[in-house]
């Protein structure tokens, strides 16, 4: 079965330090990948994806996630995190031809000011 | 142009009464997923729907939950005499279209307490 390993459950950082969590999934085919942020109480949101092409992708707020395709990973990087960046990261992968996005379990960033 | 919308936001249920989750997937969107969200855990998938289909329900638990998503109206979870453990986030989302590249769009989610 397909599943993601998120292997920082906790991350606690100071601002304008840089941050880059990683995601690997167990998958051999085409995938396609997905960084979902969410907020305190709020509803997930996506920060940014993976189809085809540049394997370097840049999303919202100031994030940007590269795709290894020999490593199986796609961690999420952002050069200097702010207060606001508090919140919990989540990868997804939905392999090509199915439908559903199997989820990692998460890692919790906290940024103090 | 509203996004998901998933209510209530919060329900409270005892233990052996029903739960009832109603998500209204974007305007357009034919496709909706229900998700599931442990406390400490990520989002486990649940079931896909398309109107008044179900397209998959693999992560579905065998006895008292069920899902529909009819031809007019909100797509339902419902879940039949509750137990603590059915405590969660439950989130909808939606798309528009199997080969869409847009990716999900969630709602706020219901958070279900069961005491």
């Known amino acids: 079965a397909q599943s993601v390993s998120q292997h920082n459950h906790h991350v606690i950082l100071s601002e304008a330090a840089s941050l880059e969590l990683g995601c690997n999934y167990s998958?051999?085919?085409?995938?396609?990948l997905f960084w979902y942020v969410q907020y305190p109480g709020q509803h997930l949101q996506l920060l940014l994806k993976?189809?085809?092409?540049?394997?370097l992708v840049k999303g919202i707020k100031g994030f940007e996630a590269e795709f290894i395709k020999s490593k199986f990973s796609f961690n999420l990087r952002k050069p200097s995190v702010q207060w606001s960046d508090t919140a919990e990261y989540f990868c997804?992968?939905?392999?090509?031809?199915?439908?559903?996005?199997?989820f990692g379990t998460g890692t919790r960033l906290l940024v103090s000011p | 142009n509203a996004g998901v919308m998933q209510n209530p936001r919060h329900l409270v249920r005892r233990r052996g009464q029903e739960a009832r989750l109603r998500c209204s997937p974007m305007k357009g969107h034919s496709h909706v997923y229900w998700y599931r969200q442990l406390p400490e855990e990520g989002l486990k998938f649940m079931v896909y729907l398309q109107k008044e289909n179900i397209i998959d329900e693999s992560g579905m638990p065998k006895e008292r939950f069920s899902a529909e998503f009819p031809k007019e109206g909100p797509s339902i979870l419902r879940i039949q005499q509750v137990v603590r453990g059915d405590s969660a986030a439950y989130f909808c989302?939606?798309?528009?279209?199997?080969?869409?590249?847009?990716?999900?769009?969630f709602g706020s989610g219901t958070r279900l307490t069961v005491v």
């Open positions: 993976y189809f085809s092409g540049d394997p």
């Open positions: 989302a939606s798309f528009v279209d199997r080969d869409t590249n847009y990716g999900y769009t």
């Open positions: 997804a992968v939905r392999p090509r031809g199915f439908q559903k996005l199997v």
């Open positions: 998958y051999g085919g085409t995938v396609n």
